[in-house]
C-alpha cells in the first residue's frame, strides 16, 4: 500500500549544475503529474503524463526543463543549468484515470526541496 | 482572470468555531473540485472531493458546490488546532485533466 514516493527529500546544488528529480508512482496509476510550489505560493503545474499519450508538457517554464515516464511509471525531472529562482518544493502526484469522476483524485508525494545556491 | 481564485487573506478562528472558506473558478466546464489540506513543510493532502452541485459532508468537513455561480466552499465545523494549516481550492480543467489549484487560505485555530 505504498504511496506516491520522491527521491530526494532534499537536494541543494551550486548555481549551473544539472540536477535529477525522481518519482514513483502509486501502482497502476496511468497519470503522473509534476507541480513546483515555492515559498509561500500555490501550485505551479509543470507537465503531465497520461498512458502512451504525448506529454502535456504546457507548464514547464523554460526549455531547461525536462521530464520523461520510462515504461508508465517512475519519472525524472531534470533541470538543467539551475538557476536560483529554480528554488522550490517540486512535487509528484499520480491519479488511477483521470477524467473520469471519482478516480480522478490526485495523491501527492513528499516532494523534494530543491535549493539552488 | 485566474482559474482558481481563493481570496481570503488568513483566517483566525477560536477553537470549536465554524471556518468558512471560499473559491471560485474561471473553467464553466470543469466537473471536478477537490479540497487540500496543507501542513507547513508537508505535501498537500486530499480532505474533500466534490462533483455535484449541492452539499456534501464528511464528517466535521461540509464542501459546498454551485456550478452556476462557479464556486466551491469548504466548512469546518468544531474547528480545532489541528486543522491550522493552508487549504488549497483545486478544479480539475475540462480538457486536459490537470488540476489548477489556488493560492490557499491559511487558516489558524485559536486554542
Known amino acids: 500500500g505504498a504511496g506516491v514516493s520522491q527521491s530526494p527529500s532534499n537536494k541543494v546544488t551550486e548555481k549551473g549544475k544539472d540536477v535529477e528529480l525522481r518519482c514513483d508512482p502509486i501502482?497502476?496509476?496511468?497519470?503522473l503529474y509534476w507541480y513546483r510550489q515555492s515559498l509561500g505560493q500555490g501550485l505551479e503545474f509543470l507537465i503531465y503524463?497520461?498512458?502512451?499519450?504525448?506529454?502535456?508538457k504546457s507548464g514547464l517554464p523554460s526549455d531547461r526543463f525536462s521530464a520523461e515516464r520510462t515504461g508508465g511509471s517512475v519519472s525524472t525531472l531534470t533541470i538543467q543549468r539551475t538557476q536560483q529562482e529554480d528554488s522550490a518544493v517540486y512535487l509528484c502526484?499520480?491519479?488511477?484515470?483521470?477524467?473520469?469522476?471519482?478516480?480522478?483524485?490526485?495523491?501527492f508525494g513528499p516532494g523534494t526541496r530543491l535549493t539552488v545556491l | 482572470q485566474k482559474e482558481v481564485e481563493q481570496n481570503s487573506g488568513p483566517l483566525s478562528v477560536p477553537e470549536g468555531a465554524i471556518a468558512s472558506l471560499n473559491c471560485t473558478y474561471s473553467?464553466?466546464?470543469?466537473?471536478?473540485f477537490f479540497w487540500y489540506r496543507q501542513y507547513s513543510g508537508k505535501s498537500p493532502e486530499l480532505i474533500m472531493s466534490?462533483?455535484?452541485?449541492g452539499d456534501k459532508e464528511d464528517g466535521r468537513f461540509t464542501a459546498q458546490l454551485n456550478k452556476a455561480s462557479q464556486y466551491v466552499s469548504l466548512l469546518i465545523r468544531d474547528s480545532q488546532p489541528s486543522d491550522s494549516a493552508t487549504y488549497l481550492c483545486?478544479?480539475?480543467?475540462?480538457?486536459?485533466?490537470?488540476?489548477?489549484f489556488g493560492k490557499g487560505n491559511q487558516v489558524v485555530v485559536i486554542p
Open positions: 503524463f497520461q498512458g502512451n499519450s504525448a506529454p502535456d
Open positions: 483545486a478544479v480539475i480543467l475540462y480538457g486536459n485533466n490537470r488540476l489548477a
Open positions: 466534490i462533483y455535484s452541485n
Open positions: 502526484a499520480s491519479t488511477p484515470d483521470p477524467g473520469t469522476s471519482r478516480t480522478d483524485t490526485q495523491y
Open positions: 501502482s497502476g496509476h496511468t497519470a
Open positions: 473553467d464553466r466546464v470543469s466537473q471536478s
